[in-house]
């Protein structure tokens, strides 16, 4: 945008916010070094405040002149913070140059005010305000985070951004059933997903407590969070309560996440089974909250769990791409043989290990050789078989302390799942 387009009110407008900028930016640090001496201040509101509206006359003046008056200037500040850093690395080798860095854009941000687009500009200055603020709690988590996790956050970069534009986005196979791209994406967003629930519980440890770990198992694994669960009743029967309604909450969670999975690969299908499995997902977190409080409290705090294996191992990315290939595979020739039954017949024998992988499947042939309806039953089923083998894991594990309460939530979930299918969705 040039000045020649901008009237006086437009100028400062955008130089306002330059300076709303740079007193953002001025603030936190401010705040950040309150405890120091007024000589000891690197910069505070006044500075950043003054750099913000530095960048957007420098800005401004570049569209009335030459746009190499703004890139002198930013590296004349350059060479001032230089020089700043230097003298103070002379007095104290254990110097960070967030300050500079943050300097640098607070100028930077004030110059796109003017010349760019503004509310970009503000969102970028938030979001770098917030980074700025969370020092200690960013700094708390990079020392919980392990050396294999950090691997595994490199192996999502792995599969999403380096593997997955590789392949080819064709079918092959019988029926063209088989697409390399939209096989890989899948396992890329079921271990997003997985990840993100996992890295939750690594990061949030002991402090909070089993609903939340039940939570966030749900996304990392609900059935792994389950067996987990299940192992620590066994250890600590006291825990029997807290644990059972971890476990109905990871379970919960997995009807959600059929939605997620659903709006991503076959949003067809949101309609139909939004309410079932909406239902069941209340249903679940409802009672979950009654044996929770019948657990009056204080017993649960524990929640250091073992068996949730990281989902990004490349091993168990793979394990999930197969999978989801011979789920397809099966799907395709059950639908030809068979027909729906087929369908129906390969969900159940799914739902025995997994949900996701016959969701992303019955996601794809619906529009083409299945109906929104039937795909919905299909998924119910599926997830119903695999709410019922997890109601036996908490049985078989941790004794009917928890196996009873389990099931017995789970039987009225699966319950009032398949009454809003047939009432709501059958005809989605």
Known sequence: MTAAIMDDLEILQRLGLALAIGLLFGLERG?????????????????????????????????????????????????????????????????????????????SLGAAS???????????????????????RLHLWVARIERLELEAVLKLALISVVILPLLPDQGYGPGATLNPYQVWWAVVVVAGLSFFGYAAIRLGGASLGILVTGLFGG????????????RLVRAQGALARPAAAGVVIAGSVTFLRILVLVAIFQPALIAPLSIPMGVMAASGLVSAGLIWLQARGGEGRQSELHGIANPLELTTALLFGILLVVVLLA????????????????????????????????SKLVGE???????????????SVNT??????????????????VGVVYAVVIAAGALSLWFFGWKG
């Open 31 to 107: 705040w950040h070094q309150r405890k120091l001496s007024e000589g000891d201040r690197i910069a505070g509101v006044r500075t950043f405040a003054i750099a913000g509206l530095l960048g957007g006359v420098g800005g401004w003046l570049a569209s009335l002149t030459q746009p190499i008056f703004l890139a002198v200037a930013f590296l004349g500040l350059s060479g001032l913070l230089g020089v700043s850093y230097w003298m103070r690395l002379k007095q104290d080798d254990d110097v960070g140059l967030t300050t500079e860095i943050a300097f640098l854009l607070v100028f």
């Open 114 to 136: 003017v010349l760019g687009n503004m509310p970009a500009a503000a969102a970028v200055a938030v979001i770098a305000a917030l980074l700025l603020s969370m020092k200690k």
């Open 219 to 230: 996304l990392a694994s609900s059935t792994s969070t389950t067996l987990a669960l299940s």
């Open 331 to 362: 799907v395709h020739h059950l639908k030809i043989w068979i027909g729906t039954s087929g369908v129906f017949a390969a969900a159940a024998l799914s739902g025995i290990t997994d949900v996701d992988a016959l969701t992303i499947s019955v």
């Open 369 to 383: 050789d299945l109906t929104a309806a039937n795909g919905a039953t299909a998924i119910f089923i599926a997830a």
């Open 388 to 405: 019922a083998v997890k109601a036996g894991i908490a049985v078989a594990v941790g004794g009917r302390a928890i196996g009873v309460r």
